[in-house]
């Protein structure tokens, strides 16, 4: 039997049934060797590095690929990597890179200016022939220049102030020119991704497991970091399993080390048998919902104000989440760059919640259920998988709207309507959303119509629009993206978080973490600045 069907095969029982006794005290120096066993809620679906914002995906590629440059998680400063130094004209349109030589892709093939012109020059363009999509991180780019072998110049059409940060996440992994040759479609078959990591891909069932080898012969790790040279671990065994039980059922029991997706309900246990919690923040735009006002339900923000004031977030985080969740006070976490607190705009009033729906026109009618002009407020939205409880959390929800006549109809997470239906408003007009990254442009990312556009602006990829479009929201997100002085795009960053609430497009909920749970054996995990996992300085002390 297949280490997979035996994981499969774990029943809940597992949970009281075993336990897993306290590892002994750790080595003085890590050691090498060994293979992790890490579960994953979901599988990968594409490893295009700019579609590494799922998670899934992103856990992959952060052991496969390295990045020009490396984000601190701790300081969040931007350090040297694949790059050895840059430089960055003082209007921020042209960033010149020096790379550390020496350095190559797995297959062999030199990671030089020319590798690197072509990565970026794919995620900031596109590849419409291969359908390879601009990258969310790269705005306003205009062409790479190869100066000399180990120097690229990048040049923008308008200031990029995000730039620099944007080289250091999952979305910028350095892949060989052979990897970008390769249709989209192509791009979920982990064993054509080629990287210069410290993890290579061995071998791959699709959508079941993924096992990484180390790659002997790395020595080019981040250069502030104290470990260099190959990474510890000799291999790592990615098995899907979806069910939260079978997870921490295979971890208590010994059959995994390392599991990702941890639900809130269940960290006591694990932590009681002295395994670990790691719960790194995203440090992006926060778990919320958000509304479509192209849909006319939702178009009043009366409406939407009052929607928003009948959300009890403090009911819900302490019925449904642990410490790990804190509250949001912003549509960005308190630890993003430009946090402004805005707890003013974020509380619990169904009273006046119930004023604003009477005076937009919403009256209670016989069955319960508001109505204007024969139109009940009935409302639908998906859960979203990724999201940690986000069924429990839209139910939750849904009863708290209910007192108020409002009814929320909450729909699976797997439906094959899914993707269709959220491109439409009238199908949709409500939608859970959050995105994790340490610079400012993560608020673009979110909410401009061609970006995320969660809000299903006019200008995105729906057809399904009428007429929605904020000419004001999406100034002040271009002056995130673009403005060169700091001061001034921090002010940008302040206004967009008022603007947002005041206009009622989201409810954030809380600042969403990455949980995982972890042995005691197991040491030197870390994460990158919006929590995915790095394994390169991972070791086992069995």
Do not use: C
């Amino acid at each position: 039997m297949t280490r997979y069907r035996k994981l499969l095969s774990l029943s809940i029982g597992l949970l009281t049934a075993t336990t897993l006794a306290t590892a002994s005290l750790a080595a003085d120096a890590p050691v090498k060797g060994g293979t992790l066993v890490y579960l994953e809620q979901q599988a990968h679906t594409n490893l295009y590095p700019p579609a590494g914002g799922f998670y899934p995906n992103g856990g992959i590629l952060n052991q496969i690929t390295d990045k020009l440059t490396y984000q601190n998680p701790k300081t969040l400063e931007i350090e040297p990597w694949l790059a050895e130094s840059w430089t960055i004209n003082d209007n921020a349109t042209e960033y010149t890179f020096k790379l550390r030589p020496g350095v190559t892709f797995s297959d062999g093939t030199p990671v030089d200016a020319a590798a690197v012109a072509k990565n970026f020059d794919t995620f900031g363009l596109g590849n419409k022939e291969l359908k390879q999509p601009v990258s969310e991180v790269v705005n306003n780019y205009d062409h790479s220049e190869v100066i000399d072998p180990l120097t690229v110049k990048f040049t923008f059409k308008r200031p990029s102030p995000g730039f620099l940060q944007g080289t250091s996440v999952i979305g910028s992994g350095i892949v060989s020119l052979s990897t970008l040759a390769l249709p989209f479609e192509q791009l979920g078959d982990a064993t054509k991704i080629i990287g210069s990591g410290p993890f290579v891909v061995n071998a791959e069932t699709l959508g079941k497991s993924l096992d990484l080898k180390v790659r002997e012969d790395y020595n080019w790790g981040p250069a502030k970091l104290e470990h260099q040279g190959r990474a510890y671990l000799d291999e790592i065994n990615y098995i899907i399993t979806a069910e939260d039980s079978v997870r921490i059922g295979a971890l208590l029991a010994g059959q995994a080390d390392f599991i990702r997706q941890i639900q809130a309900y269940d960290e006591g246990q694990v932590e009681a048998q002295s395994f670990t919690i790691y719960a790194p923040g995203t440090r992006g735009v926060n778990n919320s919902i958000v509304f479509r006002p192209d849909n006319p339900l939702v178009a009043d923000l009366k409406v939407r104000k009052a929607l928003a004031l009948a959300v009890n977030r403090d009911e819900i985080l302490s019925t449904i989440f642990s410490k790990n969740y804190p509250k949001a006070t912003s549509i960005i976490a308190s630890t993003a760059i430009g946090y402004v607190a805005q707890e003013d705009k974020l509380g619990y009033d169904p009273e006046k919640a119930e004023a604003l729906l009477d005076e937009a026109g919403f009256k209670l009618g016989s069955d319960g259920i508001r109505a204007k002009d024969g139109q009940k407020l009935v409302l639908t939205s998906y859960e979203s998988l990724p999201q940690p409880q986000s069924r429990a959390v839209l139910q939750l929800i849904a009863q708290q709207w209910s007192k108020l006549g409002v009814k929320l109809n909450v729909l699976a997470g797997d439906a094959g309507s899914k993707v269709v239906d959220e491109l439409d408003p009238l199908k949709t007009p409500v939608a859970v959303a959050m995105v994790g990254r340490a610079d400012p442009d993560v608020i673009k990312s979110q909410y401009y119509p061609t970006n995320r556009n969660v809000l299903v602006q006019k200008g995105g990829v729906s057809d399904k629009v009428k007429t929605f479009s904020d000419d004001k929201l999406n100034a002040i997100l271009d002056e995130i993206a673009s403005q060169p002085d700091r001061e001034k795009r921090l002010k940008a960053v302040a206004d967009a978080q008022a603007y947002v609430l005041d206009q009622a497009y989201a409810v954030p909920i809380f600042e969403e973490p990455q949980a995982y749970a972890g042995a005691p054996y197991v040491k030197g995990v870390a994460f990158e600045a919006v929590g995915r996992p790095s394994f390169y300085s991972t070791w086992l002390d069995k």
